[in-house]
C-alpha cells in the first residue's frame, strides 16, 4: 500500500504544478490591477503593495471613455449577432429536421461540406463589397455577416430530430400555423440546445479579433478586443501604461471565467463538438 | 411531417432566411475570391487579369515560405508536448487516485482555454515584456523576446500551448471515456500492470482520439492570426515578420490593397489544410489496415 500512496503524491504534485502554471499568466493580470505603473515596472511578477482600485477609475476615463464605450459596443454587437444567428439557424433547423421536401438531402450535405472551408477565404471579396456599399466601420456589418451559422444549425438540428413528431401534429391538428407550432411548440422544447448553441455563438463572437480588426477602424463602432492591443502601441505614447492594460484584460477575462465557473459542461462539450478552437 | 404535405412551400420559407445570409456572405465571396486570385486590384479602377501570377510570385517569396515553415513550427513544436503533457493529466483525472478533487482540477486546467486570446496575448507580452517583463526582472535582463528573431516564434509558442493544453485535456478525457473498463479489468485479471495497460491498452485505443486532436490542431494552426499580431504586432496590426504565420501575410496585403494577392493566399492556406489534413488522415489508415 505504501507504493500506491506515493504514486498518489506524485500525481497531485503533477497536477498542482500544471494547475500553477495555467493560473500564472492570469494571477499576473490581477496583480497587475492593482499595482501602480512605477511598482509594476519594479515588481511586475511580485503581490501588489496595496488592494486600490483606482486602475478601474483610470481605465474608464482613459483616451476619454473609450473603453466603456468599447466594452459596451462589444456586447451590444454579441448580443444581436447571437440573436440574429440563433433566429436564423433555428428556422432552417427545423426545416431541415421536421419537413420533408424537395432538395434537402444534398442542400444539408452541401451546407455540412462547406464547414471545412475558412472563412478567410472570403474575407477580400467581402471587405471590397462592404467598402462599396458603406458598410465598414458600422455596427452592421459587426452583426449580420456569418449569421448563417451551419455549425449552430448542425447542433440545433440534432436536437430537434429528437422531439417527438406526435407533438407538432397535435399542435396542427389543434389548427396551430406553421410559425405558431414553430414559435409555441419547437422553440421551447429546444431550450438546453439553443442555449448552450448561443453561448458558443456568443462565445466566439465576443472573443473575435481579425473581423473587426479589418473591417472596424473607427474607434466609435471598435468592440474592445481590438481596442484593447491597441492600449499597448508605441505609436502615439512611449510609455506603455501596463497597468491599465492589465485592468482591461481583467475586465474582459474575469466575466468570461466567472461565466466559464457557472457553466462549465457547455464551454467543454464546444470543444468534443469540434468546432471551435480558438 | 406529412400533414403539411399541400403548403409545400413552407419548409422553403423556414430556410429561406438561412440560405439568403448563407449565399451572400459565404457562397459569393468565396466563388468571387477564387476569381480575384487571377487578377491585379487594387479596389479601384479596372481588374486586371494576370493568370496565375499571384500564385507565382507566392511561391517564390521567400516570406511565403519562411511563414509556411513557421506555420508548421508552431503546429508540430505545439502538438507534441501538450500532446504529452495533455495525455497525462487526462489520465490522471481519469484514474481513481485522484479521487473527487479532480473536479476541481479539470476547470482550472481548462481555464486558459476560457480566456480571450487577445487578453492572453497582452498578458504574455507583460510576462515578456524587455523593461518590466516578468522574466527579465525575475533574472535581471532587458532581452526583447517579442522582438528577437529566434525567440519571438517560442514565446507564441509557448502561449499557444499554455491555451491548448486545455482543449487538448478535454479531448483526451472524452477519448478515454468511450474505452470499455472491462479491457482493463480483464487486463489486470491476466496480471498486467499500471503501465502495460497504459501503453498496450489505453494508447493503441485513444488512436481515432489522437487523429482528431492532430487534424484539428493543424488546422487551427494554419489558420492562426491574433496570436502573433497582438503579440508581437506593429502599431498596424501586422505581425513581426519573425513570428508571422500565413494569415497574417494574407491580412498584410489586404491591408496594402493588394486584393488579387490576398485571395491567392486564402486559396493556398485552404490547399494546405486538406492536403495535410487529407495525408494524415490517409497515412492513419492505412497504419491501421497493415
Known sequence: ?278 | MRLYKRQWYIPYLFIAPFVLSFLIFFVVPTVYSFALSFAKYPGYGVVKWIGTKNYYNILHYSRFWDALGRTMFYWIAKFIPVTVISFMIAVCLKSSLLGRISKVYKPILFMPQVCAVTASALIFGLIFANQGGVINSLTGTTFAWTESATWSKWVVLLMMGWRGVGWFMVVYLSGLTSINPEIYEAARIDGANAAQSLFHITVPLMKQTFLFAFIMDAISSLRMYTEAAVLTGNAGGNASAVAEGLLNLLMTNLNSGNFGMACAYGWIIFVIVCVVSMAIFVSMKEKEDA
Open chain 1, 1 to 278: 500500500m505504501k507504493q500506491s500512496s506515493l504514486s498518489k503524491l506524485l500525481l497531485h504534485c503533477f497536477i498542482l504544478l500544471m494547475c500553477l502554471l495555467a493560473i500564472y499568466p492570469v494571477y499576473i493580470m490581477i496583480s497587475g490591477v492593482f499595482k501602480t505603473a512605477s511598482e509594476i515596472a519594479l515588481n511586475p511578477g511580485g503581490l501588489p503593495s496595496s488592494l486600490s482600485l483606482k486602475n478601474f477609475e483610470r481605465l474608464w476615463s482613459y483616451n476619454s471613455g473609450s473603453i466603456l464605450r468599447s466594452y459596451g459596443n462589444a456586447l451590444f454587437v454579441t448580443f444581436l449577432h447571437t440573436a440574429l444567428t440563433i433566429g436564423l439557424s433555428s428556422m432552417a433547423a427545423f426545416a431541415f429536421a421536421k419537413y420533408r421536401f424537395r432538395g434537402s438531402k444534398w442542400m444539408f450535405l452541401f451546407l455540412m461540406a462547406t464547414m471545412m472551408i475558412p472563412m478567410e477565404l472570403g474575407i477580400t471579396p467581402l471587405y471590397i463589397m462592404f467598402s462599396r456599399i458603406g458598410w465598414l466601420n458600422t455596427y452592421v456589418v459587426q452583426i449580420i455577416p456569418f449569421s448563417a451559422n451551419v455549425f449552430a444549425m448542425f447542433m440545433i438540428r440534432q436536437y430537434m430530430n429528437s422531439i417527438d413528431n406526435a407533438l407538432l401534429e397535435s399542435a396542427i391538428i389543434d389548427g396551430a400555423s406553421h410559425l405558431r407550432t414553430f414559435t409555441s411548440i419547437m422553440f421551447p422544447c429546444c431550450k438546453p440546445v439553443l442555449g448552450a448553441t448561443a453561448l458558443l455563438v456568443a462565445l466566439s463572437k465576443f472573443n473575435d479579433y481579425l473581423w473587426p480588426k479589418i473591417m472596424v477602424t473607427d474607434a466609435a463602432h471598435t468592440p474592445i478586443m481590438v481596442i484593447l492591443p491597441t492600449m499597448s502601441e508605441k505609436t502615439d505614447i512611449f510609455v506603455i501604461p501596463k497597468e491599465l492594460v492589465m485592468t482591461g484584460c481583467a475586465i474582459v477575462i474575469i466575466p468570461l471565467i466567472i461565466l466559464f465557473i457557472c457553466l462549465q459542461n457547455v464551454f467543454m462539450s464546444s470543444v468534443t463538438i469540434g468546432s471551435v478552437k480558438g
